[in-house]
């Protein structure tokens, strides 16, 4: 399964490990296997990396799986705006008349302790999103599976 590191503020975070928030929104998606051109296939596995705003983590603390994705161009911005708790002038407005996606959010679990960016050998977290090595996936799974990174 593809693991893909996302960049989200702890309100959102909330929102998602809450059951509340069922889309993530993106202006771009993951369309291609890193270093190749297969598309991508679903599901993957989506890292949350808590930002530091509003007392956040700053750190890595869970994930959810990804399904797939929804996206839009104008339309369907009520269902979308509902499932990812924005109002639709917002969304409107993140969009700014382009694409947005919705980035579907299953099973979330978070992370007993949250996890630094050195341990999978990061040492700034994505602007938005990033695709994670084979090796950093390893390490993350190590901690879901014993409570620590994998060697």
Known sequence: MQ?????????????????NKHLELRRNVPRHIPGGRLPIKYPVRVWMYETREGN????????????GIVGTKGGYMEGMAASAQVSI?????YAGGGWVYGWVVDNPTRLTEPVPLAVIG??????????????AGKI??????HGRPAK
């Open 122 to 135: 990061l040492t700034y977290p994505p602007q938005s999103w990033r695709y994670l090595s084979t090796e």
């Open 89 to 93: 002038q917002k969304l409107r407005e």
């Open 3 to 19: 693991e893909i590191l996302i960049a989200i503020k702890k309100r959102w975070t909330d929102q998602i490990f809450d059951g």
């Open 56 to 67: 956040g983590a700053g750190a890595i603390v869970g994930f959810f799986i990804c399904p």
């Open 140 to 145: 993350l799974q190590g901690v879901l599976d």
